[in-house]
């Protein structure tokens, strides 16, 4: 019996192709965004592991130095005095190496191949004494190997020269042969890696004597290394290998978790999609289940039938879904790459990481979604009375008539969502599920709302005209359990659109603002660098003095920028020499600038990011540990201010000040003020005439706004196409569900017709109809998808980045969401006008 | 139920798929390469060759010659410990010029010289055989000879040379350090016969062709103690041992396969070095050669006519090759015939280039007296 009754659902489901194939692409939709989104979050980590592993390997330590080089004098002797440890020296600078028009950010590690054995594959040692390629590289000290991927990107093979940029300056090698790394071989990574021997890479960069650092293989407490660390001279440390990867790492924290964020709330959208399609089906066909009840069918049976033909729907949009997102996930890979590039390091490695827990995560999500989605119904037709069931009105009632019970469970929810959002300390998969929370909350509105909207809507039509609108109105009130659920569908993907715009047009906002206010030299000049939103510490100060006498030339504005690696953690330390008349340029949170002024070039404090401050959890007064040369030091804050530049923050101290802690140092940017009547491009091409020995990248300041909007954009543009993807659910999700629900309808119309009704006023009225509820989704989705920026903005984005942002009402969203509401509304009944109106009405009317 | 185990079927068989898409491992293969591959001349030039006789001083011969591109410092030796252990070891520093001309460079590690270092242990009462391999780039500050002139590097291996006050070597000395894990050797030699020059005054042919030789020295005879460190405990040792210097730029033809070498210490107080190159075939004598070192020190070179060889069984290792194991040797010249047999089974070096270094014992007669003697054979070419 089982059999033929799961047989005749399969039949149901062929029979009814365009709503079968909707319910499957609503999972499909579904499924597909989690897993991309998750392919793009293990994809790069996996890339970040490669890269750091290309560096580290199995070294358990690694001897560094805060300005990046160490004598290679330190590795020799510390190889003659610690026998029983293994040593090898490194050399790494991150590229960018330039063929014709092209750029890729590479790798440049410069390694002793005979060191290398227990700790990275890069070489083929015992090829050497045959000749192999460590044989080429020692024939030639200028040469270098460089990976596969690299040749294949370039274009560039053995013989060729490879000109890149490394600190600043254009530097030129000779590629002896084209290796194959080991990861390349197993497909799916591509590796930029520059090879060379370590006397070779001291030639080609210009640093005789000196190494970046030198890793070691020891037992963490062993006697032996306790003795090497405090034998160490000034300025170098032992690190533990995989810390500087590991505070590289969490550098990234808050964007993975926004990434995730934004992933779960296309996962929310994507199960609420999956959720209503499902149920849906299973209402629209109570009556069926009802007959089947009368012919003997009992309820177990039924409901086994309604779990496994929502199953079988699940499952393949599931499957499809996961290729879906796979295919999609290897573009999104290559956006999140580029942005981690972007803001915050150099990536060597390209990888695309499919891992079975990603497959598992995206099944579950549409299996489970559409399973409770199928079984709150199916509960329904199993524990009614057969009558019950086939009586529709059963389900109208409740929801029709008593809206006051919806309004309670809605009430009860945001006040859920609120306290749980009102919690002071909690992270961000909890301030989701207060989302959610909102989300529920505001769904169970949407009868009522319903309910007013039509009553509303009669009331304005004066009696006795429009019928044909009228009629289709009030038949949305009168079918409210099904269009109940079509519309808060709607209403919850058209909000999650809005929301993201109109967040992300908020943040925008608020960082344009920002740099109007903080960019106000007139030009820029800085080094090319690998990462878009640092500049590289790489001009030497001698630069200053020749600005300063260019004609023109008011006053400068100079920085110095250091990542300091200080328990653990990466900390941003910048040294900035900034002209008192050019400190209006910064806001502070609170106190009074002036003091906090006073305090900063008295070196009595320093001053610390928004961001910092709320990352660390301090604030003005407190104290922060800056670790220079000679030591930590703790310094006393002054003053926080607003800066957009970086989610983790940084700390900002006078510039004689920061070279106190730091000695030498090199400069990042400096910020050149003209005077009132000089020439801005007469000075520019001055500045272009400097006598540098590292490439300058002189930019005004129209030029530098532009490029930190375009970094802003680009950074976002994960979160602008799932946007657009919650737009083609909203879209899919109203189609599906109006046409299901006009298709439904068929008697009715058929009644229409015969009282008398044209195919053309047929369709008017299915047209008036899905619009009105297009409509009705549209106007819902306006306060909620605001509700949703808001939290967005002031929890979510507040929580895990610590910026405050402007809030931003946008317009055209809110126009486009209406739009997009109405016309698929429109479009969703066009087919089931079209199909009632050529149907012959006697053969549906026959039925009974 | 069926379809819900349909399903389940269906769902693993979607996760397996993607289980084991994630990514096959390739298991790298390291570089096997045959003796004859590095002996014989192949990409020589630039190199000096050994092609005449030349003078030999002492000290100084016994530091690198670093326009040859293979040089070694060879020793091997039978060591004993008060209680009754025995042991043998063999600790050899080798010197490759991967390119004939140090690389224009002022960079510390520049350098054009590989050296390596291969040490074993034969436990000939515990039947163990322990070998290891290192390398180090020889640039002097890394490794390799370093830049005072008295000690060679090889990570924790270590070979220092403390010169005498004579010219003929006799009173050098020579400390060897040698690590393997927690197999630790720690030797002083000092030579107890002088120096050998083998072939034409040294100068070492392997083949009928010119320039296919070696400059080769020997100390025959070294008194030698000190401690061997193995399982924790610490033994002292005393024994004699042998040491070989070499360097060449091209010592095998292509038709050449390998050489079985053996250098035998008998009771007397002689000694003798012998050895043949085979040909492709294996078992072909392509060429003979050896030296016989009277109790005095007399040296007497042995022609190709002179030295008879023959293997009479075979063994075959762990690693699946098959190397001699027990050998009939004959100095028709002196009058000598004996039986010479490895002392352990597998005393194979699974290194870069797979070889046979293990201890011997020699038994026979010589001018019809019974005599027993120890030794080292090495035997090359049998693993490709």
């Known amino acids: ?848 | 139920m069926k379809l819900l185990i349909i399903l389940l079927l269906l769902t693993a068989a979607t996760l397996l798929f993607f289980h084991f898409n994630e990514g096959t491992k390739i298991v790298a293969a390291a570089g096997n390469y045959s003796v004859s591959d590095i002996m014989s001349s192949g990409d020589s030039l630039g190199f000096e060759k050994a092609l005449t006789v030349r003078k030999f001083s002492f000290p100084d011969d016994h530091f690198p010659h670093d326009s040859f591109r293979t040089e070694w410092w060879y020793f091997t030796g039978h060591l004993n410990t008060g209680d009754g252990k025995s042991y043998g070891y063999q600790f050899t520093i080798f010197r490759t010029a991967l390119i004939p001309v140090k690389p224009e460079n002022t960079s510390d590690f520049t350098t054009s010289q590989l050296y390596s270092v291969h040490f074993t242990v034969s436990d000939f009462s515990e039947e163990i055989f322990r070998f290891s391999e290192d390398f180090v780039r020889g640039d002097g500050n890394t490794g390799g000879f370093n830049k005072k002139r008295t000690e060679f590097t090889v990570n924790r291996n270590r070979l220092r040379i403390l010169p005498g006050n004579d010219a003929t070597g006799i009173s050098d000395t020579f400390l060897i350090d040698a690590v393997n894990g927690d197999l630790k050797l720690s030797l002083r030699l000092i030579p107890a016969k002088k120096i050998v020059l083998h072939g034409d005054e040294g100068l070492s042919k392997k083949s009928y062709s010119e320039g296919n030789a070696s400059y080769y020295y020997s100390y025959t005879g070294m008194n030698t103690a000190g401690t061997i460190t193995t399982g924790g405990r610490v033994y002292e040792v005393t024994g004699r041992s042998w040491m070989d210097r070499e360097w060449s730029t091209s010592a095998l033809e292509k038709d050449q396969r390998g050489w079985d070498w053996f250098s035998i210490a008998l009771e007397d107080g002689s000694e003798l070095m012998l050895f043949k190159i085979r040909g492709q075939d294996n078992k072909s004598v392509s060429f003979s050669k050896g030296s016989y070192i009277d109790p005095a020190g007399n040296v007497k070179n042995l022609t190709a006519s002179e030295i008879v060889i023959t293997e009479i069984s075979h063994e075959e290792m762990k690693s699946g090759h098959r190397y001699p194991s027990e050998w009939e040797i004959g100095v028709k010249g002196e009058d000598m015939k004996f039986r010479v047999k490895t002392l352990l089974k597998d005393q194979e070096l699974l290194v870069s280039v797979p070889y046979y270094e293990g201890g011997i014992s020699v038994s026979g007669e010589k001018r019809g007296s019974k005599i027993a003697g120890k030794g080292y054979a090495e035997l090359t070419g049998y693993a490709n």
């Open chain 1, 1 to 848: 019996m089982i059999s033929l009754l799961d047989k005749s659902s399969v039949r149901y489901l062929l029979r009814h192709p365009w709503q079968s194939m909707l319910t499957v692409l609503g999972i499909i939709i579904g499924v597909a965004v989690i897993v991309a989104i998750d392919i793009a979050n293990t994809s790069s980590m996996k890339a970040f592991g490669i890269s750091m592993d290309n560096v580290t390997g199995k070294a358990t330590h690694s001897v560094s130095s805060s300005n990046g080089l160490i004598d290679d004098s330190l590795y020799f002797s510390l190889r003659a005095q610690y026998p029983d440890i293994s040593f090898a020296p490194v050399i790494e600078k991150n590229v960018a190496v330039e063929e014709d028009s092209s750029r890729v950010k590479a790798m440049f590690l410069g390694l002793d191949p005979f060191s290398e054995g227990p700790f990275r594959n890069l070489f083929d040692v015992s090829g050497a004494v045959r000749g192999n390629e460590i044989t080429a590289l020692l024939q030639n000290p200028m040469s270098v190997l460089i990976t596969k991927s690299l040749s294949d990107e370039l274009g560039i093979k053995a013989n060729d020269s490879l000109a890149f940029t490394s600190d600043g300056v254009k530097r030129k090698a000779l590629v002896a042969a084209v290796t194959e790394t080991e990861n390349e071989k197993k497909g799916n990574i591509k590796e930029y890696l520059i090879l060379t021997d370590i006397a070779n890479a001291q030639k080609i960069s210009g640093i005789y004597g000196k190494i970046s650092a030198i890793d070691l293989i020891a037992e963490s407490d062993s006697p032996a290394l306790l003795q090497l660390e405090k034998s160490l001279p000034a300025g170098t440390e032992i690190v533990n290998a995989g810390m500087r990867g590991d505070a590289t790492k969490s550098m990234t924290e808050a964007f993975e978790l926004n990434l995730t964020a934004m992933s779960l709330l296309a996962l929310i959208v994507g199960i609420f999609l999956i959720f209503n399609t499902i149920s849906f089906s299973v209402i629209r066909r109570k009556k069926n289940y009802g007959l089947s009840r009368v012919i003997g069918v009992t309820g177990k049976q039924l409901f086994g039938t309604i779990i496994f033909e929502s199953m079988l729907l699940a499952f393949t949009g599931s499957v499809i879904g996961i290729f879906a997102g796979i295919a999609a996930g290897r573009e999104v890979v290559n956006l999140v790459t580029a942005t981690l590039g972007d803001l915050y390091f150099a990536t060597s490695v390209k990888a695309v990481s499919i891992s079975s827990f990603t497959i598992i995560k995206g099944f579950s999500a549409g299996i489970f979604s559409a399973l409770i989605a199928a079984a709150i119904p199916a509960y329904g037709v199993y524990k009614d009375t057969p009558a019950a069931t086939l009586r529709r009105s059963s389900a109208e009632n409740p929801v029709r008539n008593r809206p006051a019970k919806f309004a309670v469970i809605s009430l009860l929810s945001s006040a859920a969502g609120a306290g749980i959002l009102l919690l002071p300390e909690s992270g961000i998969y909890l301030s989701y599920t207060g989302i959610l929370f909102i989300i529920i909350a505001f769904s169970f509105t949407t009868p009522f709302v319903l309910k007013y909207l039509v009553g509303g809507v009669l009331k304005i039509i004066p009696d006795g005209r429009h019928f044909v609108i009228k009629s289709a109105v009030s038949s949305v009130r009168a079918n409210m359990s099904r269009t109940v659920f079509a519309v808060a569908a709607l209403a919850v993907a058209v909000s999650a659109t809005i929301g993201v715009y109109t967040m992300i047009g908020s943040f925008r906002g608020t960082v344009v603002k920002w740099l109007e206010q903080t960019l106000q030299a007139d030009v820029f000049i800085s080094s090319p660098s690998l990462v878009a939103r640092k500049n590289d510490p790489v001009m030497p100060e001698s630069l200053l003095a020749q600005i300063e006498e260019i004609k023109g030339v008011n006053t400068l504005d100079f920085y110095s920028d250091l990542e300091v690696l200080q328990d653990g953690k990466i900390v941003h330390i910048i040294g900035a020499s900034i002209d008192p008349s050019n400190y209006r340029r910064f806001s502070f949170t609170s106190g009074n600038p002036d003091e906090i002024w006073r305090e900063y070039r008295d070196h009595k404090g320093v001053l610390v990011t928004e961001t910092f401050a709320y990352k660390n959890s301090i604030g003005r007064g407190d104290s922060v540990t800056i670790t220079g040369n000679s030591g930590p030091e703790r310094m006393k804050v002054s003053g926080v201010y607003y800066d957009y530049s970086s989610d983790n923050g940084h700390i900002a101290a006078d510039f004689a000040l920061f070279r106190k802690l730091f000695g030498d140092v090199r400069i990042s940017g400096i910020g050149v003020y003209l005077d009132k009547d000089a020439d801005a491009e007469i000075v520019k091409s001055e500045l272009n005439r400097l006598n540098s020995p590292v490439e300058l990248l002189i930019r005004s300041n129209n030029e530098l706004r532009n490029f930190s909007i375009d970094i802003f954009d680009r950074t976002f543009i994960v979160a602008r196409s799932l946007q657009i993807l919650s737009v083609l659910v909203a879209f899919i999700g109203i189609f599906s569900a109006l046409m299901s629900l006009q298709l439904e309808k068929g008697r009715e119309f058929a009644v229409m017709r015969s009282v008398g009704l044209t195919p053309g006023n047929l369709f008017y009225s299915v047209s008036v109809q899905t619009a009105f509820m297009g409509l009705a989704a549209g106007l819902l989705s306006v306060p909620l998808g605001n509700v949703l920026a808001y939290l967005l903005i002031n929890v979510i984005n507040k929580r895990s980045f610590g910026w405050s942002l402007q809030f931003e009402f946008s317009p055209e969203i809110i126009l486009q969401a209406l739009i997009v509401s109405v016309v698929s509304a429109v479009l969703a009944g066009i087919y089931p006008a079209y199909k009632m109106s050529r149907t012959n009405t006697a053969v549906l009317l026959r039925e009974e």
